[in-house]
């Protein structure tokens, strides 16, 4: 577990009951940017690898206060603020770009409203690998790793039509779980990830 200072107490991020699921997302673009294979077994330096990829996928100190803002707006836009629905709209773009140039996107999922900044773990981050956009119905498609599903293809599905209204993303597994979604600002690391155990 790891313990981060925040100015409203300190929060906990990398315990199983909160998940690793953003250091796992990182530590797999990891693997596939230096071409390296999946750790057969999650020893003690592999989890400790994930731990630090997770806070590097919080952006720490000021990335998760995205999560924050995402997670107390409405859905829907108002005359002073976008709803999520819009943000994630506004956010399409970078994602496209990003998987249009053939590499994966991390993706940070906000699947609660609270004003409680203790609720950020309930949040979930994902890898999208692919997409399907409709011009014409405007729906689209972003197919996904989930860490929560490893051995299943998962999918996110909403229409990008009318963004001021409030549209909930469909997790094709979990159903209308998530409110809305955005990139992180994933880092190659500049030396590959090394699992041994230290030689005594």
Sequence with gaps: MVSIPTPFGTA???NAGVGLCGGMIYTAIDL????????PEPTEPVVRY???????????????M???????????????LPGITELTARDWPRIKAV???????PLGLVKIQSW??????????????????????SDLTVQIYDPNFPADPC???????????????RHSIEGETVRGFFPTDYRRPAVPPVFDCPAF
């Design 116 to 137: 409680d900044p203790f609720q950020l773990g309930h949040n979930h981050q994902v890898l999208a690998y692919g997409y399907e956009y409709d011009d014409a119905t």
């Design 66 to 80: 995205k999560y924050l803002d995402w997670q107390v707006r409405h859905g829907h836009s108002t005359r002073l």
């Design 50 to 64: 994930i731990s630090h990829r997770l806070l590097d996928s919080f952006n720490f100190p000021f990335g998760w």
């Design 99 to 105: 998987l249009d140039a053939g590499q994966l996107c």
């Design 32 to 39: 596939f940017l230096f071409g390296l294979p999946v750790p």
């Design 155 to 169: 999918e996110l599905r909403t229409n990008l039509n009318e963004p001021t209204r409030q549209r909930q993303v």
């Design 12 to 14: 906990n991020f990398g």
